[in-house]
């Protein structure tokens, strides 16, 4: 058996500690990363806050996070070695003198320092001239960020080129958690591992891929922040594109992060431009009315605490997106994400075209079209529909749709299924960037999302209302239809 391998500890700074990111996100990462002994020994987590406090104050903090967003029970072995590497530090950051006093917590000779930037855009500029004044910065040092990373390709730019002025692009680690999780990992496996996709990857054999990411949730007090976005810079930009160049890429040399990075952006360079000229027949907005979420019922986006009752923010976008290759000529993907639909999903869902021919029309006047359905959420895993014979002596050969079910968590009993947040901040703190995205990745994928919202803008339509708890305006249904198909319900 093989020694575990080991990392150089690091110490883990956390910029906005006492905040919502870090209490429900990070702090529940880290102590589960704790629970399955993946923290190196002498690695320390260090939090940042402008209120006032001290190690013990930071100790509850990160106790009463864990009753209130972990569905785990906290075991006291666990929560004595996690609490041990607890410590905090009041910074104002905005005040560039005040960060010398990372110096008297972190130690760049016998541990890595990792800045967790956990807290709004504007102040990144701040920390990373604070970082750079107080001299704790090595060449081994590392940032990671959150996304949104700009609201457009103007300002993502601009957050890149403060980030780029103290750290190089090597030692910048930017997160989607969608990248954490084990289905989208899974994509690589499924289909660079097993030849019955791989050589079946294509136009010639694929109709159309469907990526869903729906939501019940409303803006559950973010309105002021979302209304200023809208879904398809707050989902599409990110969490769909991403999936996106997961399905879409060309395989990679190796698993290397350089080696991803370029067939991603391949493909973000090979998407179909979106501009006023075919903005109504390739996409739909939408906005929740009023309606019922599991017969309880709910307001209407106009009605949430806050509101602003003329706001033309979508809570709903889909999109037939084509990519100009070899691969995929002719094969669209059909992509929608909203918020308080009528069920909480997220999955791909690929549809083989159908056989030419039918010799059992007894059962079927047109053969349906077998379909890959990989479920990234709630309920991990993949299937595959396909058509068997019903078993029986009749004279009639008949068939019927079955699937071939995978699911995570029975074929992986033995093994624990982590959340995203926790792989990526572990990959973080090792130094390993393959989960993470490129400069270039973020910014092509701005370019494209531009035109779509630019193309919006022009014509200054309101979007179209939905009553929460469906799938959507009608117009998506549309969307398809005009092409033949239909969405996976």
Request: proline share 4%.
């Amino acid at each position: 058996m093989k020694d575990k391998k080991t990392y150089k500890p690091c110490d883990l700074v956390i910029f906005g500690a006492l905040g919502d990111l870090s209490r429900r996100k990070l702090l529940i990462s880290l102590y589960r990363l704790e629970n399955a002994n993946l923290i190196e020994p002498d690695t320390r987590i260090i939090g940042i806050d402008r209120h006032d406090g001290n190690d013990e104050e930071f100790v509850e903090t990160a106790r009463k996070s864990l009753q209130e967003f972990s569905s785990e029970p906290v075991q006291d072995a666990v929560w004595a070695r996690f609490s041990a590497r607890l410590s905090y530090v009041k910074i104002d950051l905005t005040r560039l003198d005040e960060y010398r006093l990372l110096n008297t917590v972190t130690d760049n000779k016998t541990r890595v320092l990792v800045n967790y930037f956990a807290v709004a855009p504007f102040l990144f500029k701040d920390i990373c001239q604070g970082l750079a004044k107080c001299g704790v910065l090595t060449k081994e040092s590392r940032m990671v960020m959150e996304k949104p990373i700009g609201n457009d390709l103007e300002s993502s730019i601009e957050i890149n080129d403060v980030v780029a002025s103290v750290f190089s692009e090597d030692q910048v680690f930017r997160i989607d958690h969608y990248l954490g999780k084990e289905t989208v990992l899974n994509l690589l496996a499924l289909r660079f591992a097993n030849s019955i996709f791989t050589t079946n990857w294509n136009h010639n054999t694929i109709d159309h891929i469907q990526i869903t990411v729906a939501e019940e949730v409303g803006i559950e007090g973010r309105w002021d922040y979302f209304d200023k976005t809208g879904q398809l810079r707050d989902m599409l930009q990110n969490h769909l594109l991403q999936i996106l160049t997961f399905i879409a890429m060309e395989p990679p040399v190796n698993l290397e992060a350089k080696s991803i990075h370029s067939e991603k952006i391949k493909v973000l360079k090979a998407l179909r431009p979106i501009t006023s000229s075919n903005v109504d027949e390739k996409t739909v907005r939408g906005q929740y009315t009023g309606g019922f979420i599991k017969g309880q019922a709910v307001p209407g986006y106009l009605e949430e605490d806050g509101a602003n009752v003329v706001s033309k923010a979508e809570t709903f976008v889909a999109l037939r997106v084509d990519i100009d290759n070899w691969r995929w000529a002719s094969v669209p993907f059909y992509l929608r994400t909203g918020k308080r639909l009528m069920g909480k999903r997220t999955e791909i869902v690929v549809y083989f075209k159908q056989l030419p021919h039918n010799i059992f029309k007894d059962s079927f006047r047109d053969l349906p079209p077998n379909k890959l359905i990989i479920h990234l959420q709630p309920n991990e895993g993949v299937e595959i529909e396909m058509l068997n014979k019903i078993p029986g002596i009749d004279e009639h050969i008949k068939l019927q749709k079955t699937r071939l079910d995978l699911s995570f968590s029975d074929a992986f009993k033995k093994n624990r299924i982590f959340g995203g947040y926790e792989k990526l901040v572990l990959e973080a703190m090792r130094g390993n960037p393959t989960l993470f995205l490129s400069r270039e990745e973020i910014e092509q994928a701005w370019t494209w999302i531009d035109s779509i919202q630019d193309a919006w803008k022009h014509y200054n339509e309101s979007p179209k209302a939905y009553p929460a708890g469906t799938w959507g305006p009608i117009a998506s249904v549309a969307l398809l239809a005009r092409d033949g198909r239909a969405w996976e319900e």
